[in-house]
């Protein structure tokens, strides 16, 4: 198995992961904000898909599959706004397993045969795909582990 095939696979465990502990959850605690948080439960759900999608498809000079809207509302430096509704809870259900499967798709086929070097705020940077999945990997386990400490307030 290829270095990206692995982290594919890894990507798509750390989605379902995500897909399990947001089932457990009302939508008024998706979005409740705890004392002493910046964010909510939900909102780190939709950061996660949308940075991948920006890590992974907009630094490769690849059409993205989410909307500018959504990429404004949840990308580094945003906040949760008005509260989410249960249409767009399952919207973020939707893409975090089809934008796995799309990633998987895309790369098998190809697609991705340039990439823009980007210094991440982690200290590293990215120059290639392999580079963008394995470092959204560890992003993504960082904002679950927000929502590990969350789901003890909400």
């Not at 991948?52 to 690849?62: D, T, V, W």
């Amino acid at each position: 198995m290829s270095e990206l095939s692995f982290a594919i696979k890894t990507l798509r465990q750390t989605r379902t992961n995500y897909l399990n502990l947001i089932e457990s959850y009302s939508l008024d605690q998706l979005n409740k904000i705890p004392q002493g948080f910046n964010n909510n439960m939900i909102w780190n759900f939709g950061h996660a898909i949308v940075t991948q999608q920006l890590l992974c498809y907009k630094l490769a000079g690849e059409e993205m599959y989410i909307d500018d809207e959504m990429v404004n509302r949840y990308r580094k430096g945003s906040k949760p706004g008005l509260k989410v509704n249960e249409a767009e809870v399952d919207l973020f259900k939707s893409y975090a397993m089809s934008f796995v499967d799309k990633l998987d798709t895309d790369s098998r086929n190809g697609k991705f045969q340039s990439y823009k070097d980007y210094p991440t705020s982690f200290g590293v940077t990215l120059t290639s795909i392999s580079d963008a999945v394995a470092f959204n990997n560890l992003h993504e386990g960082m904002h679950f582990g927000t929502l590990l400490a969350l789901k003890k307030l909400v």
